[in-house]
């Protein structure tokens, strides 16, 4: 599996502002997933885009995917002090391992 | 189970000890894996199992690190001779399946330091 790259490193903005965080990736790929990870709930599974899927929902995340771009990216909308936490991508082959980058550390200010 | 629960939470080792760290999946789940996360870095794939099948061992760093999957459920790895840059905390991981979906249900992590 391949790692993939999350931009910006570090976001920091207001509670109820929308955060907005890109990923990108260098080959092909099954599916994209994101994970959350916090002190206190440690790593957890937010949302998973299958490779011919451009867009999904969950809740406050949005997630779209660009296979052509190579790159995917995840917003939260009205953001909460709850979301502060570190978010990864990993960009997965079929029933393969994951590998995620140093990932984009959010903090949402309340 | 309700979730993947790992053992113990937190080791301090001497240098040169051996350590096993446990990992429990969520009951039914067939695939587990060990990553590890040092301080303000991404996971690094450490190895899978899945089944009955031989397990992916690729990203084991050295020769001192070992793991085995008893009767298809728990999992223990074991680290001989550790150094301080084996420091991190690992993580334990299961799916229902590789076939079935890719989400992977993460434990809450063994964090190791060695001195």
């Known amino acids: 599996s391949q790692q993939g790259e999350e931009d910006p490193q570090a976001l920091s903005i207001q509670e109820g502002e929308n955060a907005t965080m890109n990923c990108s990736y260098k080959?092909?790929?099954?599916?994209l997933q994101w994970y959350r990870q916090n002190s206190g709930r440690g790593l957890v599974h937010l949302i998973l885009i299958r490779s011919n899927e451009r867009e999904k929902h969950s809740g406050r995340l949005r997630v779209t995917l660009d296979t052509s771009k190579k790159s995917s990216s995840l917003l939260i909308t009205a953001s909460r002090a709850a979301d502060t936490a570190s978010y990864f991508c990993?960009?997965?082959?079929?029933?393969?391992?994951?590998?995620f980058g140093a990932g984009t550390i959010l903090r949402v200010k309340s | 189970g309700a979730g993947v629960s790992q053992s113990p939470s937190n080791k301090v080792t001497e240098k040169g000890k051996d350590v096993e760290l446990r990992c429990d999946p969520i009951s039914g789940h067939t695939a587990l894996y060990w990553y590890r996360q040092s301080l303000g870095q991404g996971l690094e794939f450490l190895i899978y199992?899945?089944?009955?099948?031989?397990?992916?061992k690729s990203g084991l760093p050295s020769d001192r690190f070992s793991a085995e999957r008893t009767g298809g459920s728990v999992s223990t790895l074991t680290i001989q001779r550790t150094q301080q840059e084996d420091s991190a905390v690992y993580l334990c991981?299961?799916?229902?399946?590789?076939?079935?979906?890719?989400?992977?249900?993460f434990g809450p992590g063994t964090r190791l330091t060695v001195l």
């Open positions: 080959t092909s790929i099954n599916n």
């Open positions: 991981a299961s799916s229902l399946a590789p076939q079935l979906t890719d989400t992977q249900y």
């Open positions: 990993a960009p997965t082959e079929y029933g393969n391992k994951l590998v």
């Open positions: 199992f899945q089944g009955n099948s031989a397990p992916d």
